[in-house]
C-alpha cells in the first residue's frame, strides 16, 4: 500500500491546485495564439481551427505521459529526472534536459519578440530587439523576486488574457449579428493545398501554443500535495485552453481573409478591428502584451527551474543550483538562461523560434512517453496517477508523425543548440573532476573506468 507523502525540498512549496491549474492554462494561453496566427493561416487558409483541435488531442497524449511521471517523481527537472532514471545513461539523461532548456530559452526569445512587435507598436515606435532585451530583463527581475510573487502575477494576467481571447470571440460574435463577416472561410484551403497535409503541417505551429504544459514539471518541488493536485490541474488547463483556440480560430477565420491573417504580426489585434465593434486598439493591445507577457514569464520560470535541477543532478555547473538566501529563487539560473533568451533574439524570425521549440520538445516528448513504459516496474512509496498504457504508446506515434513535418533548416538550427549542449555535458564533467582531485590531491591522476 502506498502513502501520500512530499518528498523534502529546499524550495518552497507555495503553489496550491488552483495556482498550478493557472500556471498552466496561463502558460498554454500565453504561448503563441496571440503571436501565431497569422502564420498559421498562412499554412490552412480560414481553416485555423482544424489543426489547432488536431494539436490539442495530440498534446493531451503526452500529458497522459507527464502527468504520471510528474506525480511519481516529483523532482524539479521535469523529463530529465525521467531519462535518468528510465535508461540510466546520463548523457542521454542530459540531451532531453537540455533540449527542453534550449526549447524554453528559444520561446522566451520568440515571445520577446512578439511582445515588442505590432502589439507594443501601438503604444511606442521603437526597435524591436531592444524592446525584445528590456522585456526579458524585466521578466527576469520578476522571476527572481519569488515563485509566489510569480503565480499571483501570473493568475491575474491569465484573467487578463482570457478576456482578450474572450473579446475576439464576442466582437466576431456581433460581427456576424450583424451581418458581417464570411461563415465559408472556416473551410476554405490555401490554393492547391490538401486539407490533410495542411493540417498537418499546420498542427506543428498550432502545437507550440499548447506545448507551455511542460513547464508545469519542472515547479513540481514547489507545488502542495503534487500527486492530488498535478493532473486535475494539467488536464482541465489543457482541455480549457483547447475549446478557447478553438473557438478563436472560427472567429479569426470569419473576421478576416488568410492572406490579412498572414501578414500581421498583431493578428487578433487585426481582427477585433475588423469587427467594426468598438474596442479600442489599445485596450486590445494591452491585453494582447499581458498574455505574451504571462507566456514569457512561465516559461523563462520552467527554464530556471529545470538548470537548477539539471545542476542538482550534477549535469550542470554546481554554480545554477545557488538560490537567494531569503527569496529561496535560483538567481544564478534565472541570470544564466536570461542572457541566452536575449541572444536569442537576434534571430529574429518568429515562425523558425517557434518551429524549433516544437522540434526540441518532441525529443523531450519522445522520451517521456519511452520513459513511462520503462519505470512501470519501478514501484515508489507515495500516489501517483497511473495513464491508461496505450497513452504512451500513442504519445510515441504522434511525436513520430509530427517530427516527419519538420523543415530542414529547423533541424539545423535545433541541431547547432544540441552540439552546445554536448560540448557544455563534458566541460561540466571535466571541471567536475578536476574539482574532486584538487579537493583530494592523494587520488593521484584519473583513470578511466
Known amino acids: 500500500m502506498t502513502v501520500d507523502t512530499e518528498p523534502t525540498t529546499k524550495l518552497h512549496r507555495g503553489i496550491t491546485g488552483p495556482l498550478l491549474f493557472f500556471f498552466v492554462l496561463g502558460d498554454v494561453l500565453g504561448a503563441g495564439i496571440y503571436a501565431l496566427m497569422g502564420v498559421l493561416a498562412e499554412r490552412v487558409g480560414g481553416m485555423l481551427w482544424a489543426p489547432l483541435l488536431l494539436a490539442l488531442a495530440l498534446a493531451m497524449l503526452t500529458a497522459g505521459s507527464y502527468a504520471e511521471l510528474v506525480t511519481k517523481y516529483p523532482r524539479a527537472g521535469g523529463a530529465a529526472v525521467f531519462a535518468e532514471r528510465a535508461f ?3 548523457l542521454v539523461s542530459f540531451l532531453v534536459g537540455f533540449s527542453m532548456l534550449a526549447a524554453g530559452v528559444v520561446s522566451a526569445a520568440g ?5 515588442a512587435g505590432e ?15 528590456v522585456f526579458l530583463a524585466v521578466v527576469a527581475a520578476l522571476n527572481a523576486r519569488g515563485i509566489r510573487e510569480s503565480m499571483a502575477a501570473n493568475v491575474v494576467m491569465t484573467v487578463i488574457e482570457v478576456s482578450g481571447l474572450v473579446i475576439v470571440i464576442a466582437v466576431v460574435g456581433l460581427m456576424l449579428a450583424g451581418g458581417g463577416g464570411d461563415v465559408a472561410r472556416v473551410t476554405a484551403l490555401p490554393d492547391g493545398a490538401g486539407a490533410a497535409t495542411s493540417v498537418l503541417a499546420g498542427a506543428i505551429i498550432a502545437y507550440y501554443s499548447f506545448v507551455g504544459f511542460e513547464t508545469s514539471a519542472n515547479v513540481i518541488e514547489e507545488v502542495k500535495n503534487p500527486s492530488r493536485s498535478y493532473p486535475w490541474a494539467l488536464f482541465g488547463a489543457l482541455l480549457t485552453a483547447g475549446v478557447v483556440y478553438v473557438l478563436v480560430g472560427l472567429a479569426s477565420a470569419i473576421a478576416l481573409p488568410a492572406a490579412e ?11 477585433v478591428e475588423a469587427s467594426g465593434v468598438a474596442v479600442p486598439s489599445w485596450l486590445f493591445s494591452l491585453i ?13 520560470i520552467m527554464a530556471s527551474r529545470l538548470a537548477y535541477g ?26 544564466a538562461t536570461t542572457v541566452i533568451a536575449m541572444l536569442l533574439t537576434l534571430v529574429g524570425d518568429l515562425a523558425t523560434l517557434a518551429e524549433t521549440v516544437v522540434l526540441l520538445l518532441l525529443f523531450v516528448f519522445l522520451s517521456a512517453n519511452v520513459s513511462v513504459l520503462v519505470l512501470r516496474r519501478d514501484a515508489v512509496e507515495h500516489e501517483h496517477f497511473r495513464v491508461w498504457t496505450v497513452i504512451p504508446y500513442l504519445g510515441i506515434a504522434s511525436c513520430v508523425l509530427l517530427l ?3 523543415r530542414p533548416i529547423v533541424w539545423l538550427f535545433a541541431a547547432a543548440l544540441l552540439v552546445v549542449g554536448v560540448i557544455l ?12 582531485r584538487s579537493a583530494d590531491p592523494e587520488r593521484g591522476p584519473l583513470v578511466r573506468s
Open 88 to 90: 540510466r545513461m546520463p
Open 111 to 115: 515571445l520577446s519578440l512578439a511582445f
Open 119 to 133: 502589439y507594443f507598436q501601438t503604444f511606442l515606435q521603437l526597435p524591436v530587439i531592444p524592446v525584445a532585451l
Open 261 to 271: 491573417l498572414s501578414e500581421s504580426t498583431g493578428p487578433l489585434l487585426a481582427v
Open 288 to 300: 494582447a502584451l499581458i498574455a505574451v507577457a504571462n507566456g514569457a514569464l512561465l516559461t523563462m
Open 310 to 335: 539539471m545542476s542538482e543532478q550534477g549535469l550542470l555547473p554546481s554554480a545554477l543550483s545557488r538560490v537567494l538566501p531569503k527569496r529561496r529563487t535560483p538567481w544564478v539560473a534565472i541570470l
Open 404 to 406: 516527419t513535418q519538420q
Open 425 to 436: 555535458y563534458f566541460a561540466t564533467r571535466w571541471g567536475r573532476r578536476r574539482g574532486a
